[in-house]
């Protein structure tokens, strides 16, 4: 860490709990190696104190928050604007310092984006099957639709979950259609929908640590539809889902290079530099041993 002084410009995270972030470890160690006077702490704010928070740091000309669970939504009532990811997701992750108030954005559907991109994953003209309607698939179905996905299979548990989740986004040239997470189903619709392969999103909960046993679909021939897998989880960094997608012969990926990209392009975003792939990486070793130790 960086000697802090009287001209140090303070960042942080804000959310309910937060004792579990890398973002302090991330956002300091970028803060470091691009030699800026800036300083990242976690704010665990509590229940009914992010007006007052969020006021007052802009009156204190803080430099700007990551925001997480569960304010994502609320913050965007403390905004003097809105950029066009956050409009559309109807979520906030990042606020930058601006004299007239705070500017909102989020950094979850780049972070994505570039994310793929590092990983060496197209997914222009792909058969993707999305499992999950969460906050956290939103900003994955958005990102797959803009990488130009052809088909749409979108798998959740509450099906009508996954309808409501389509019908936010407007999806010209991509054909989309829902289904029940039942793996036996979802293998034999995907065949009738087309015979090229698969690309999985997976954007549900199950698998997270300490449920490292369990994937939101078991069955073998679901698995062999695929070439590639995703978990957005990231802890643990090899879940069953990709143990399984990996078994059948697909890439397995894991989320944390989307973890970082979103913190990446947040910290791109208050210091208006660009951050290579080269010094990303870095970033990316630092988060592997976070979670290795
Ligand atoms: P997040 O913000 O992390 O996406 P969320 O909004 O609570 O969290 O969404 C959790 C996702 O995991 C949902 O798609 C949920 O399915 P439902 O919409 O049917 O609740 C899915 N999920 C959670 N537990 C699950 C389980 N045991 N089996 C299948 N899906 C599950």
């Not at 066009?84 to 989020?106: F, P, R, S």
């Not at 058969?127 to 994955?140: D, E, K, Q």
Request: glycine fraction near 10%; charge should be negative.
């Amino acid at each position: 860490m960086q000697n802090i002084d009287a001209q140090t410009v303070f960042y942080g995270l804000i959310g309910h709990p937060v004792g579990h972030s890398r973002s302090p470890l991330l956002q300091n160690e970028l803060i470091r190696q691009f030699g800026l006077n800036a300083a990242y702490m976690a704010m665990n704010v509590e229940s009914g104190g992010l007006k007052d928070f969020v006021q007052g740091m802009h009156k204190a000309h803080a430099g700007g928050f990551n925001v997480t669970v569960p304010y994502k939504k609320d913050v965007i009532e403390e905004l003097v604007s809105i950029d066009e990811a956050a409009q559309m997701l109807g979520a906030v992750n990042t606020l930058k310092y601006t004299d007239k108030g705070w500017a909102g954005y989020n950094t979850d559907l780049p972070g994505f984006r570039r994310a793929l991109a590092y990983d060496g994953v197209s997914l222009k003209g792909k058969n993707v099957v999305l499992l999950g309607a969460g906050g956290a698939a939103m900003a994955v179905l958005a990102g797959i639709f803009q990488e130009g996905a052809a088909r749409v299979l979108a798998a959740n548990r509450t099906e009508e979950k996954a309808a409501e989740l389509i019908g936010r986004f407007e999806h010209p040239g991509c054909m989309t259609e829902t289904a029940v997470m039942d793996g036996k189903y979802l293998a034999k619709r995907m065949g009738e929908l087309s015979a090229e392969p698969w690309t999985a999103v997976q954007c549900t909960s199950v698998g997270m640590l300490p449920h490292t046993e369990e994937a939101p679909v078991t069955e073998p021939e679901f698995y062999l539809r695929l070439e590639t897998a995703y978990d957005i989880i990231f802890n643990p960094a090899r879940t069953k889902f990709m143990r399984l997608a990996a078994e059948a012969g697909a890439k397995d990926f894991n989320g944390l290079r989307m973890l970082v990209f979103q913190g990446i392009r947040s910290f791109e975003i208050w210091h208006n530099v660009k951050v290579t792939d080269e010094q990303a990486l870095e970033v990316l070793k630092l988060a592997e041993e976070s979670f290795r130790a």
